[in-house]
């Protein structure tokens, strides 16, 4: 793995040790200083988890902080034009406005979508998001992500917590990478995966592109999208069947064995053949090896399996596969963490009384299930809708922050109708985005660059022990932006809530939040390259506890069965849902759209809608690509490099073609976070998974044809 580990300074320059927020890596840097102006960046060997990588994005940041298309002031729309405005009139603007809305239509009428600040739950951004609409009284306040919180749902559902995979370099013999491209995805922390290759570990990859991991993998297949759901189960079918599971273990640590093993009868290797095109004898050899060469461990993708009608019973079913096989709780295998106590909302007022969020009537497993304390977060896929049909309620304004839904958020051109309808949008980024340009009032956000936060746990912990680091103020804020912890508790103070922001700056937060925890930023300053901030638990935790009490579900094990989601109207077993627009599911329209769309693929040069307008990366990645095989450009008489037409019901884009055989024939790819050749122009924002609310995102129907 590449390194820059020097930290050796020039003269008159100062270094500051950080951590990159450009991902949620979070990978270790050396920013130095001259004259209060960055003059570059490099990695932090002491880093516990980068150890000196820093990728192409982190290596760009001063671009970033110092790019010509920074928002510096915050703007009023006037007469349809741009006027600078101070921050004073900017807040005493939106605390009227709030404050009218709230007067006339009640405080749910009132909602927040925040992207990376909430995504990450960075506690300074995040936690004053929270807090204010805590003590405004709104509920209605989602994370734009529509990946993670699937799995988590199903992990809770069935160990009774959150039970990542912990990969320790020289553990795991087996690892499976489902839908992961370590190398683009987390390329900071995909050194454990290289140091078990290099002794031996087996590697599988499913993935319907053949990625650089797919290429050097001892087994890669490439299932029909939206399909893997069926193919866990179809793993699950031979490991049962053939007697590969831990007998002992299923016996006395796990409850709905049998009604498993008759669930399972229905998903034959042969018949999920026909459901995934994988071969019979590819899921057998698959699940043989995962299940007899241990320790093994599965490493999902931010998307693959979320974002279709499966989401949550895949991976219901694949924390099932990991149990059943004897790979739970064990070194290479998945491991409780048990993070740090800290300070949350403290003191709460208004949310016992605040009406039912957006969707948690229809939705109620995912928005109780994920809520953030004692938010219900609804699903971001249903928003739109709920605007525009005003139910339950009408939403009247929003704030949107560090996301930009016109470009992220599915069925775009829904959106943007939704945003039309409201009577009030505030939108506070770093750059002038798609969504910005329709709002009424543009707030400049600091880059991470310019503000303090902590990061801790989160991905990291996957692959080393949980840690607090400082995310230090590099240089003073650019312009007017402001952190947005700053404007939040202005805001709050402007409009009677002061009390609940008592704070003077973000180390006094800081402090408070970690005040249980016993550690303060004073230490965390000592110690730039981080502090350890929990545990991975020892072996076999679940021994330690009362019979009782072993696993916090309601059995007290873990439930294969699970009758807290019968109790709910869910299925308590694992099953498989058809994609709904599919050749199977809707064969009338495959007829008319033969082709397959997948999305999300990560690229190296960008997080998602960030970073597109920075010169270096995008001359290295300059436009959006629609991925195509050889055998699908030929039949659309398709070359490479030629501009194409893609549709689905929902609309239809201009985009370059890559012709390729790294996607499967059938299937065309098209990463998302693009303002030219947006792909969720064409995305279906309609709830696919009946447990989450997702939409289908990996598998929708479209068709191709070349630009004349």
Same mark, same amino acid.
């Given at each position: ?11 008159d ?31 932090m060997?002491?880093h ?11 290596r ?22 741009w006027?600078?405005i ?47 609409m ?15 919180? #699937?799995?988590?749902q ?38 454990? @995966? ?13 993935d ?23 193919? #866990? ?33 229905q ?7 026909k ?39 895949a ?30 909302l ?13 969707g948690?009537?229809e ?8 809520g ?35 470009v992220?958020a ?36 600091a ?11 989160n991905y990291?912990? @996957? ?36 009390e ?9 937060? @800081? ?40 696993f ?31 050749? #199977?599911?809707?064969p ?51 070359g ?5 037409? #893609? ?36 995305t279906?924002?309609?709830?696919a ?9 990996k ?10």
């Amino acid at each position: 793995m590449a390194k820059q580990i020097s930290d050796r300074t020039r003269a008159d320059e100062q270094v500051v040790k950080t951590a990159c927020q450009l991902c949620f890596n979070h990978c270790g840097m050396n920013v130095y200083v001259k004259d209060g102006r960055i003059t570059r960046i490099n990695g932090m060997a002491e880093h516990p988890v980068s150890h000196g990588f820093l990728c192409i994005k982190g290596r760009q940041a001063v671009d970033y902080a110092y790019s010509k298309d920074r928002l510096l002031y915050p703007m009023k729309r006037d007469d349809g034009n741009w006027k600078r405005i101070s921050w004073d009139e900017a807040l005493d603007t939106i605390a009227k406005k709030l404050t009218d809305i709230k007067d006339k239509y009640g405080a749910a009428s009132f909602a927040t979508y925040i992207g990376e600040a909430l995504e990450a739950l960075i506690p300074t951004g995040g936690f004053s998001i929270l807090r204010f609409m805590d003590v405004y009284g709104s509920p209605n306040l989602t994370c734009a992500e529509t990946c993670s919180k #699937v799995r988590m749902q199903a992990e809770r559902l069935t160990f009774g917590m959150w039970l990542p995979c912990c990969l320790s370099p020289g553990e795991a013999k087996c690892v499976i990478l489902w839908g992961l491209n370590r190398y683009i995805s987390s390329p900071a922390v995909a050194q454990p @995966i290289t140091t078990v290759r290099r002794k031996g570990a087996k590697l599988i990859v499913i993935d319907p592109r053949r990625t650089p991991s797919a290429k050097e993998a001892d087994i890669h297949i490439q299932p029909r999208p939206g399909t893997d759901g069926a193919l #866990v189960l179809g793993m699950l079918h031979t490991i049962i069947t053939e007697g590969l599971f831990e007998k002992e273990f299923v016996n006395s640590w796990t409850v709905g064995f049998d009604k498993l093993t008759e669930r399972i009868e229905q998903y034959s290797p042969a018949e999920v053949e026909k459901i995934t095109g994988v071969p019979a004898e590819k899921i057998k050899e698959i699940a043989r090896m995962y299940a007899t060469i241990k320790p093994a461990c599965i490493l999902l993708g931010s998307t693959l399996i979320d974002q279709s009608a499966s989401g949550f019973q895949a991976s219901r079913a694949i924390c099932i596969l990991n149990t059943i096989t004897g790979n739970l709780d064990i070194p290479g295998g998945s491991k409780q963490i048990a993070m740090a106590p800290i300070n949350f909302l403290g003191q709460l007022e208004k949310w016992g009384d605040m009406p039912k969020a957006l969707g948690e009537d229809e939705y109620p497993l995912f928005c109780r299930l994920n809520g953030v304390w004692v938010f219900s977060l609804s699903p971001p896929s249903i928003w739109a809708d709920a605007i525009l049909r005003e139910k339950p309620y009408p939403i009247k304004a929003m704030a949107i922050a560090a996301t930009d839904p016109l470009v992220t958020a599915p069925n775009a051109n829904k959106f943007k109708q939704a945003l039309e309808k409201l009577d009030f949008l505030v939108v506070m980024d770093i750059f002038m985005t798609p969504t910005a340009e329709m709002a009424d009032i543009v707030l400049p956000a600091a880059t991470f660059l310019e503000r303090t936060d902590i990061l801790h746990g989160n991905y990291q912990s @996957i692959f080393a022990t949980p840690y607090a680091l400082l995310g230090k103020k590099v240089i003073k804020e650019l312009g007017e932006s402001w952190p947005d912890w700053k404007f939040w508790a202005e805001l709050a103070r402007r409009m009677g809530y002061g009390e609940y922001f008592p704070w003077q700056n973000a180390e006094e937060l @800081i402090d408070y939040y970690l005040e249980p925890s016993g550690m303060t930023v004073k230490q965390l300053m000592e110690n730039p390259s981080g502090v350890a901030f929990g545990t991975i638990m020892d072996e076999e935790f679940y021994k330690q506890h009362p019979e009782e009490q072993r696993f916090p579900t309601p059995s007290g094990k873990v439930e294969l069965y699970c009758e807290t989601l019968e109790q709910m109207g869910y299925d308590p077993l694992p099953s498989y849902a058809e994609p709904p627009e599919s050749p #199977v599911a809707s064969p009338e329209l495959a007829k008319q759209y033969p082709l397959i769309l997948t999305t999300g693929a990560r690229l190296m040069e960008y997080k998602n809608r960030s970073l597109h307008n920075l010169p270096r990366l995008r001359k290295r990645m300059p436009e959006a690509v629609v991925e195509i095989h050889p055998q699908s450009a030929e039949k659309y008489s398709i070359g490479d490099r030629d501009m194409v037409i #893609v549709e689905t019901k929902r609309g239809s884009i201009e985009i370059r073609a890559r012709v390729t055989e790294d996607i499967m024939p059938g299937v065309i790819s098209i990463p998302f976070g693009w303002a030219q050749g947006n792909v969720n122009i064409l995305t279906d924002d309609a709830p696919a998974c009946r447990e989450s609310g997702y939409p289908a995102l990996k598998s929708m129907l479209c068709r191709v044809k070349r630009k004349t």
